[in-house]
């Protein structure tokens, strides 16, 4: 009787000892989680930064842009139209790079409606005009979010 309550203690001391390392490496991975998310949007602040830095030195990429505004996209100059074009395009790569992140999880909902959504809002025109939108190779679950926000914004501003 002895001999089985001691192996009742050794039990009970192991059932508690797994029981407590579980709780620590859930605790070890909420902590390597938030680091991850924490160098995820330092990685992508400085990307949009660094992007929208390289556009504005760019006068030809600011003239097409600009031009784009005020013009049909055929009366801009072939130059301007590449430019315009590639622009668009590589835009679109990247917020669906940011896009797949926040539906991993590596990016949280603030972030998405705070910066992607703005985002979103203010390439999708250009992307539309430049013929960088219609593409076979949008992914749909990032064509579709893009199109929700755009007709949401619309909703929202009455047009």
Request: no cysteine.
């Amino acid at each position: 009787m002895a001999e089985s309550r001691h192996w009742n203690v050794i039990e009970t001391v192991g059932v508690l000892a797994v029981i407590l390392s579980l709780i620590l490496v859930s605790y070890e991975l909420r902590q390597t989680r938030k680091a991850i998310l924490g160098e995820t949007y330092l990685q992508v602040s400085q990307q949009i930064s660094s992007s929208y830095l390289q556009i504005i030195q760019n006068e030809g990429v600011v003239d097409a842009i600009v031009d784009s505004m005020a013009k049909k996209f055929e009366e801009l100059t072939p130059r301007q139209q590449v430019q315009l074009q590639t622009l668009s395009a590589a835009k679109r790569f990247e917020l669906d790079a940011y896009y797949y992140q926040y539906e991993l999880g590596f990016l949280d909902e603030n972030f998405y409606e705070s910066v992607l959504l703005q985002e979103f809002l203010r390439w999708y025109p250009r992307m539309v005009y430049a013929g960088a939108w219609q593409s076979e190779s949008i992914r749909p679950s990032f064509r579709d979010a893009v199109e929700r926000a755009v007709t949401d914004s619309q909703i929202e501003g009455g047009t």
